[in-house]
């Protein structure tokens, strides 16, 4: 149950990230080929194993699927599920809602190099009543001081070296709302981590591409 739940919530995600960064309504028209525009029937509009069905590929024009949407959908209903099994109610909605706004908000990144404003402004929306109902609003108010402060060093610091800019502003909100929600320990965690993984990235594609 917890991973249809999640594959279904999966499967609209997959809309907001193709239509919000190109100013489409997420409500309508129903779902389509982004290719043909073609209008996918509702038995086919299964997540997951639609794409499974279909070879990845669309049932008018042929063309290839990105494999981003069964992926997005599989990543989703496996957070639901461990979630759900393994913490509070509460505490499981507050995590999904959450990791489903930065799923949303990494993958529009990494499509367009853009941070939505609006989903981060969500984002927030949803941690300031988390933090209220944990009772620990300076610690949470620290995290996001750190956070912050060490971002903000690190653009500092590479603009006078290089004279570019090396972060987008919306990194800095991002980084302002995680570290509300995470605490100081976390967020420098959550900094270090994306960091390493970032730099492996980087060596894939200086292997791949000669970067």
């Keep these: 149950l917890y991973f249809t739940c999640g594959i279904i919530v ?7 990230i193709y239509r919000l960064p190109i100013s489409l309504s997420i409500i309508s028209p129903r779902s389509h080929c982004t290719q043909c525009k073609k209008e996918i029937p509702f038995y086919l509009n299964i997540p997951i194993f639609s794409y499974i069905l279909l070879r990845g ?7 290839n699927i990105s494999l981003q949407y069964p992926l997005v959908e599989l990543l989703i209903g496996i957070i639901f599920l461990y979630t759900f099994n393994n913490s509070e109610i509460s505490e499981s909605l507050f995590f999904c809602i959450i990791s489903c706004l930065l799923i949303c908000i990494a993958i529009i990144d990494y499509n367009h190099f853009i941070i939505s404003l609006s989903l981060s402004s969500i984002l927030l929306l949803i941690i300031i009543p988390y933090i209220f109902l944990n009772n620990s609003i300076t610690y949470h108010l620290f995290g996001m001081m750190i956070g912050f402060s060490y971002l903000s060093l690190i653009f500092i610091l590479t603009w006078l070296v290089s004279k570019q800019q090396p972060l987008g502003y919306g990194d800095l909100i991002l980084i302002i709302i995680l570290g509300l929600w995470l605490g100081p320990l976390k967020i420098l965690f959550t900094i270090f981590l994306s960091a390493i993984l970032g730099l492996f990235y980087w060596v894939v594609l200086t292997i791949l591409k000669g970067y």
């Design 57 to 63: 590929k669309c049932f008018n024009c042929k063309k």
């Design 10 to 16: 999966g499967s609209f995600l997959n809309v907001i």
